[in-house]
């Protein structure tokens, strides 16, 4: 990851005349401040890495809250064994040219029992492979603070998350009972056993993650781009082939030109036909877009309301 | 590259404009079915900032008439308030214009509100505050157009919705405006903050004035709803305050580097400044501004930077970096003005924790002057506050802390009160004045508190309750016993029962150590008695002391005094 100061990155200096802050240096400084309140006040903070965009984004802010000093937690990829092998590779390299820690959790046992959300459903897989494993992991390290890439303008239920999200002692959320949140003043008391998650990205929107990635030429895994990839094409809908039990009798791959919006497991993130190479040419997709950016993901439909109830349980 | 070089033109353009956008935080809140889930869903809508699959789940759901949308099933998130066709806790939803982006920090009409109005509010640069035009001003629009004024909401919008009800009649919201204008000063001679405000008349239902200017209403001749949004001061302007800068961490990756890291509160700051440490009071010259992308030649709030000083000096987290020229205060006791956002009522003379700036300490609510009703302005003495209760209180912390009243300062000036059992979140707070008694004067001093000195004010500042205990045993051991209470910080006056006047007077010991008692003191009645017997008493309860172990004895007293209650008991004072 390029450490050296690119010439569109740096904030505004007076000397261009500038009189305001722009709405991303204003959402950065806000989020820097929530990384060094957490890593100061927590004994064991956590930053729950899934290689995705808005973890590229929120580990590129961690690099810039503790400069010149290295990060001061290490990161943790929940691998529910159905991560793209670009992802894996990704992640890896990442970690690497950060110099962070990296922890990788599984659970093992329900992997090694074959689970997926064909044998399943998918609710059911994601309870096992993340949810389960999440708070295992979690616990394993004994974790008092955990930081998510999650932003509130995702999914109506992540509207009212706070962004220090008390979870009680078995890692779940009430949204009926959660603290005030005023200022920038974060309550960061906890009982023993119990946790906080930590959403510094709380105030971005999709947008504003592209165009930070834009202009802070932040590497992001290759699948977001488009280029012509094997894919089972079921009407509008186009799977990736790394998993072969996902096929229907006589179906064959194609070739089709495609990127994936947003990264999750393989069987159920679905890719999107499209010309857009590069980041500005994806932000110009998004511009266009009429759907929003979790309408390929299987998950959040399978129930009204579900991505509250998996919050409640305890997934991010 | 693409095969098609205008597009791509045009969204280089587009990202040059997008990097100029500011941002704007406003709060909505509103009674319940004045429409404000209906009018943000309005605003979402019409600014094309909700995606076609989420109109499409809400299609034919609500209570709209067939055909219609329910623009309020957009933004009622949760399935509880699903249910029950209600909003119950503060959402926050974006959108963005050509000209800025927006957060919206959606506040409920009802349960909890003004918790949750409180809470929408603090981070706001502007209040869109919601009237039924076929209601006229309730309760909760001027509950909300309060709670702006307390938090310095510089702007209020005030939106008077549903004029499709009352058949867009102008004198009809010529009326409301008078009426809320006539509120809206009598607010600003309450919390001594006037707000600047601007009324539309809209319909959310029908979009009239939401963004664009409605042919029902020729007779309105201002901006839409949106217009207003777009054309009002932008967000956080405070580059000519006073430098507050409240260390968050000290980096030191090495022991060549040592930096303070910690977001800009106020003010600029330039290489060379001179800068003074609260509430040490040391002063240095900042040397470098340090980022990942550089130094910096000036930063200025809000920005997060870290800080390098010209030599080594003591500075830890919550201490504050301020201007020389124009420090803070430092003090250790506070008026403030309180919201309570707790089940438990305050407790006064209880110890809790205050987060301000980036430090928490333990503090004392000594006194409570009193609550206000937020429905009729009108200032009532109570006893304590309860949920969504408004009221003035006088607080001693522990230890002093660097400060600005609120309305000077958002950064420096407010703070949140926390349980030491439950850890939740009781108050929030926004500090009036400060007192600078505690000898670590820095700036000018502003008058501590007002009125007769309470029981509580005193107890807070001494640690302890007034007391007479009474001790006997040999001299050594009363020494010890008056020596122990004095290094722990007891503020007591040592009495010898055996002197002259009091056998010449028996009733002067009584009065001299009630006086005290009722002054907070703690009268220490000693009595020697070197026979070998020894013992301590107060409040009834007695016991008896090791006379011949002067460390058993001194705490056996302590223990006596805790369980007397004279002690407050405390994390971290030595009591």
Redesign the interface.
Same mark, same amino acid.
């Given at each position: 990851m390029p450490v050296a100061p690119s010439g569109t990155s740096s904030p505004p200096s007076p000397a261009n005349g500038s009189s305001r802050l722009s709405h991303l240096r204003l959402l950065e400084a806000e989020s820097i401040h929530i990384l060094r309140e957490v890593a100061s006040e927590f004994e064991r903070p956590v930053m729950l890495y899934s290689i995705g965009k808005d973890s590229s984004v929120m580990l590129r802010l961690a690099q810039k809250a503790f400069y010149p000093a290295p990060i001061p937690f290490p990161l943790m990829h929940i691998d529910t064994g159905f991560k793209f092998n670009e992802m894996l590779e990704f992640r890896d390299r990442t970690a690497r040219s950060v110099g962070a820690e990296l922890l990788v959790w599984r659970n093992e046992a329900a992997i090694a029992a074959g689970t997926n959300p064909i044998k399943l459903d998918t609710k059911r897989c994601c309870a096992l492979l993340k949810t389960g494993a999440l708070l295992d992991g979690l616990r394993h390290y004994n974790f008092d603070a955990a930081f998510g890439g999650a932003r509130r303008d995702e999914e109506k239920s992540r509207a009212k998350e706070r962004i220090y999200s008390f979870r009680d002692s078995v890692g779940q959320w009430d949204p009926k009972n959660q603290r005030p949140e005023l200022w920038n003043l974060y309550n960061a008391r906890v009982h023993p056993g119990e946790s906080i998650r930590v959403f510094p990205l709380s105030n971005w929107t999709e947008m504003d993650v592209w165009q930070y990635i834009h202009e802070e030429k932040i590497p992001v895994v290759d699948l977001y781009f488009a280029k012509e990839r094997p894919m089972y094409v079921r009407g509008e809908a186009l799977l990736p082939v790394e998993q072969d039990f996902m096929a229907l009798p006589g179906e064959k791959p194609q070739l089709v030109k495609c990127r994936l919006r947003s990264l999750g497991c393989t069987p159920c993130t679905g890719a999107i036909r499209s010309d857009a190479e590069t980041i500005p040419e994806i932000i110009a997709e998004l511009l266009s877009f009429r759907s929003s950016e979790r309408a390929n993901r299987v998950i959040d439909h399978d129930q009204e309301g579900s991505m509250e109830i998996k919050k409640r349980e305890g997934y991010f | 590259?693409?095969a098609t070089p205008v597009?791509?033109f045009?969204? &280089?353009e %587009? $990202?040059a404009e997008?990097? @100029?956008?500011? #941002?704007l935080r406003f709060s909505t809140a509103g009674s319940v079915d004045d429409g404000k889930s209906t009018l943000i869903g309005r605003l979402l809508y019409d600014t094309q900032s909700v995606? @076609? /699959? &989420?109109v499409k789940s809400i299609q034919g759901k609500g209570t709209t008439a067939p055909g219609q949308i329910d623009f309020a099933l957009l933004?009622?998130? #949760?399935?509880?308030e699903?249910e029950q066709g209600i909003t119950? /806790?503060?959402?926050?939803?974006?959108f963005?214009t050509s000209r800025?982006?927006f957060?919206i920090a /959606?506040t409920p009409g009802h349960e909890q509100y003004t918790?949750?109005m409180?809470?929408g509010a +603090?981070?706001a640069d502007a209040a869109v505050v919601l009237i039924d035009a076929s209601k006229g001003v309730l309760i909760q629009s001027r509950r909300h157009a309060y709670i702006a004024s307390l938090l310095r909401v510089r702007s209020v919008i005030v939106a008077v919705n549903k004029m499709d009800l009352i058949g867009y009649n102008e004198a009809t919201f010529q009326a409301i405006e008078l009426d809320f204008r006539r509120l809206l000063e009598q607010i600003a001679a309450d919390t001594g903050n006037p707000v600047e405000a601007s009324f539309v008349p809209v319909s959310a239902l029908a979009g009239d004035n939401i963004v664009h200017r409605s042919q029902a209403m020729p007779w309105y001749k201002g901006h839409s709803l949106l217009e207003l949004l777009e054309s009002l001061p +932008?967000?956080?302007?405070t580059r000519q305050a006073p430098f507050r800068f409240p260390v &968050?961490?000290v980096?030191?990756?090495n022991h060549m %580097?040592r930096?303070f *890291?910690?977001?800009i509160g106020s003010g600029t700051v330039r290489p060379g400044d001179t800068i003074t440490v609260l509430p040490s009071g040391s002063t240095a010259e900042v040397q470098r501004i340090?980022?990942?992308?550089?130094d $910096? @030649?000036?930063?200025y709030a809000? #920005?997060?930077v870290?800080l390098v000083l010209d030599r080594e000096v003591d500075i830890s987290?919550g201490d504050l970096i301020v201007s020389a020229q124009t420090p803070a205060k430092v003090a250790k006791s506070i008026q403030a003005s309180l919201v309570w956002?707790d089940q438990r009522p305050l407790l006064l003379n209880r110890r809790y #924790?205050l987060?301000?700036t980036?430090q928490t300490v333990p503090v004392v609510l000594s006194a409570l002057h009193y609550r206000t009703d937020v429905g009729t302005l009108s200032r009532e003495p109570a006893q304590t506050l309860h949920m969504n209760d408004i009221g003035t209180v006088s607080l001693t912390v522990l230890r002093p802390i660097a400060l600005d009243p609120y309305g000077e300062n958002?950064?420096t000036g *407010? %703070?949140?009160l926390?349980d030491t059992d439950t850890?939740?979140?009781v108050a *929030?707070g926004m500090i009036t004045s400060a007192g600078t008694d505690d000898g670590v004067g820095v700036g000018s001093g502003l008058v501590d508190g007002w009125g007769r000195v309470t029981a509580g004010e005193r107890d807070a500042r001494w640690g302890h309750r007034g007391g007479v205990l009474e001790v006997t045993g040999p001299l050594e051991l009363l020494d010890a016993v008056e020596r122990s209470l004095f290094s722990v910080g007891v503020v007591s006056c040592r009495i010898d029962a055996d002197d002259d006047a009091f056998i010449l007077h028996p009733s002067l010991l009584e009065i001299i150590t009630r006086i005290q008692f009722q002054s907070g003191l703690l009268a220490l009645v000693v009595r020697v008695d070197e026979s070998g017997a020894a013992m301590a008493r107060t409040e009834g309860e007695q016991v008896t002391l090791d006379a011949t172990d002067s460390n058993k004895a001194t705490a056996q007293v302590h223990q006596l005094l805790h369980s007397a209650g004279i002690f407050i008991p405390s994390e971290k004072a030595g009591l």
């Open positions: - | 590259m693409s597009s791509v045009s969204i &280089q %587009f $990202l997008e990097r @100029e956008k500011d #941002l995606y @076609e /699959d &989420q933004t009622d998130g #949760l399935r509880a699903r119950i /806790d503060v959402a926050y939803r974006y963005s800025r982006k957060i /959606d918790r949750n409180a809470t +603090s981070t +932008s967000s956080v302007n &968050q961490r980096l030191r990756p %580097f930096g *890291a910690g977001q340090v980022t990942f992308d550089g $910096l @030649e000036e930063a809000p #920005l997060s870290t987290r956002m #924790l987060k301000h980036s958002r950064a *407010a %703070f949140i926390i850890n939740s979140t *929030a």
